[in-house]
């Protein structure tokens, strides 16, 4: 059995992965947001629980995280996170669409992100 997750981040990447957890019926607990405004909405049906502080009340070893950052031109803010969480004793979901096409001798790692229609050899 797998964990439920909690998505970090309720932008436009956070979205995309949620079809991709939606579509492999992962339970989602929710999303953080740093923007105080989208704390309490729902995105895709799923609520933003608050900021990255709410992690506090669950503890690494009762759910996973996704790293919902986008990291288009610099993927330094998702490098951070991922290193900051996984110091903290979290770990990260790995995300593979079913359409995804992966060769069998692929080694997918912790907290990789495979999207729609993706070929990997």
């Known amino acids: 059995m797998s ?13 995309v992965l949620m079809d991709v ?8 607990l929710g999303m953080t947001d740093a923007g105080p405004e989208k704390a309490g909405s729902r ?3 799923i609520p933003v629980i608050g900021n990255d502080d709410v992690l506090i009340q669950y503890p690494p070893d009762t ?5 919902g ?4 031109g610099n993927p330094e803010k ?8 996984k ?14 096409i992966i060769a069998a001798d692929v ?3 912790e907290g990789t992100q495979i999207m729609a229609g993706s070929t990997i050899q």
């Open 78 to 85: 998702r490098i951070r996170i991922f290193e900051t969480y």
């Open 69 to 72: 950052i986008g990291s288009a």
């Open 3 to 15: 964990l439920p997750v909690i998505v970090l981040g309720a932008g436009g990447h956070a979205k």
């Open 21 to 28: 957890l939606l579509v492999n019926r992962i339970t989602v």
């Open 107 to 109: 080694a997918v790692g």
């Open 43 to 45: 995105i895709m049906g």
């Open 87 to 100: 110091a903290r004793g979290y770990h990260f979901t790995t995300i593979i669409h079913p359409s995804a």
């Open 63 to 67: 759910i996973e995280l996704v790293n």
